[in-house]
């Protein structure tokens, strides 16, 4: 679940949706917004990403925006690290160089 005004996303029961909205040479973000339940899709092959489609929120999604390759790179190397690490330091992701906003 998504909350804005606590700043937080809790995962963990299918009830936040990531998209790509948007992906160029110079940036790619990616949405977080909510949704129903439901069960956890991971993606094991990057064939089965659907990529870019444009999204209309029902609420206002919370937005990751990367402007290095590097940085998702850092974040993804934290998040399939150790994962009682990667607990431990989410809340620090902005100091491995890429800015969470809110549109």
């Known amino acids: 679940m998504i909350n804005l005004n606590k700043h937080r996303i809790d995962f963990g029961k299918g009830d936040v949706g990531i998209g790509v909205i948007g992906n160029t040479t110079d940036s790619a973000q990616l949405a977080f917004y909510n949704q129903s339940a439901r069960p956890i899709h991971i993606l094991k092959n990057p064939d089965q990403n ?3 489609e444009p999204m209309e929120f029902k609420e206002e999604p ?3 925006s990367f402007s290095n390759p ?3 790179d850092a974040v ?3 998040l399939t690290g150790n994962t009682s690490y990667s607990f431990a330091v989410i809340s620090h992701l902005s100091s491995y160089g890429f800015s969470v906003t809110s549109v």
Do not use: L, T, V
């Open 62 to 64: 919370f937005i990751m």
């Open 50 to 52: 659907p990529g870019f």
């Open 70 to 72: 590097e940085s998702i």
């Open 76 to 78: 993804i190397s934290i």
